[in-house]
């Protein structure tokens, strides 16, 4: 038996691309599929000005294969330095979709973000004004916080102080996984959106530490009890527009991943719509992944969604994914759910 599903293509609203060779290899496993992704900026050193986006931007594009088509809408890492004529002239001229707030510390390349918010409040309020959307990375740093707990915090000490400071301003919560965090998209509406990621759909932190730690199921922010992936998987299959996807796809090479101080990211380009696919129609759901996947995200954004269409088929025979892709960096391990998957 085989069954098919046609969506418009989808995009991929927070993914990590990387540069040099790692992009080389990573950005195909993502242009197969995606028609657009925001490509975060935290590289070594981060995108920060319209003139590094707009070099990255080339770079991207340089890298991308023959015949593939591929739109990355590139963001602006803020700092404490940010100018805010810089943000809107990279905003007017098309080169930056929008800015990205990581709280310093909080993950991968963030000792550049923000420490005093009181110091971005410029160029806060200069996006407010101009309607670009600012992406945060949702979690607080400090010590006394449990790192399980770094996402509520951030809602209610550093996201709605902002919020309410702000006016107009339109957020996107990155990458959420906590019941909170939907909870908290649901009761304010139209300036605020959300994505999920496909590994916070599939798994809770007992995929991480029970039976052997797994570094590959390792990623920030760390995966939640298991009542809230089932809050997650409820919100992403709801067909709110307010949630949508973005991956969160982040590579590292398989040393150091697998390392006594392992990077945090789960790499899932390459499967990421069959499994998705597998998730919806467990929930009964599957009428509602073009929403999320293809419609929601684009609505947000104020752009129009892709003109053309992919088909997910389902057959008897599980899908066998490639368990790595080689990048010129090394191995990186593809994201693997731990049941078998019908789709591709
Ligand atoms: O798991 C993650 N990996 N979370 C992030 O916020 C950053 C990302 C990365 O860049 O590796
Ligand atoms: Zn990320």
């Not at 691309?17 to 197969?32: C, I, K």
């Not at 467990?282 to 947000?300: M, Q, T, V």
């Amino acid at each position: 038996m085989t069954r098919t599903l046609t969506i418009r293509r989808p995009d991929d609203w927070h993914l990590h691309l990387r540069d040099g060779a790692m992009m080389e290899a990573v950005l195909p496993e993502t242009a197969r599929t995606f028609g657009r992704a925001i490509v975060m900026p935290n590289l070594v050193p981060p995108v920060v000005t319209g003139a590094q986006a707009a070099a990255y931007r080339d770079r991207i594009l340089k890298a991308l294969p023959e015949g593939m088509s591929f739109d990355p809408l590139m963001v602006l890492y803020l700092t404490e330095d940010t100018d805010p004529e810089d943000v809107a002239r990279a905003h007017a001229s098309g080169i930056a979709t929008s800015v990205k707030l990581y709280p310093a510390g909080a993950t991968t390349n963030s000792a550049s973000g923000v420490r005093d918010f009181d110091r971005v409040r410029p160029v806060l309020e200069k996006m407010a004004e101009i309607g670009m959307p600012l992406c945060t990375h949702g979690e607080v740093t400090d010590h006394d916080i449990d790192i399980f707990d770094r996402e509520a915090v951030f809602i209610d000490r550093v996201l709605d102080p902002i919020r309410r400071a702000t006016p107009g301003l339109r957020v996107v919560m990155e990458h959420i996984t906590t019941a909170q965090a939907a909870d908290y998209v649901r009761a304010h509406d139209s300036d605020l959106g959300a994505t999920i990621t496909t590994h916070h759909l599939i798994i809770n932190r007992n995929h991480i530490l029970v039976g052997g730690i797994k570094p590959h199921y390792y990623c920030l922010p760390v995966a939640k009890r298991e009542e809230h992936r089932q809050a997650l998987v409820a919100a992403a299959t709801s067909g709110d527009a307010r949630f949508f996807l973005g991956t969160d796809s982040a590579p590292h090479p398989d040393e150091l991943k697998e390392h006594a101080c392992g990077c945090a990211g789960c790499f899932t380009a390459t499967n990421t719509m069959p499994l998705l696919a597998h998730v919806f129609e467990a929930a009964d759901a599957l009428d509602k992944l073009e929403g999320f996947a293809s419609l929601h995200g684009p609505a947000f954004y104020g752009l129009a969604p892709n003109d053309d269409t992919i088909t997910l088929t389902k057959s008897d025979q599980a899908t066998a994914f490639p368990a790595k892709i080689e990048s010129g960096a090394g191995p990186v391990t593809v994201f693997d759910p731990g049941f078998p998957v019908y789709w591709s």
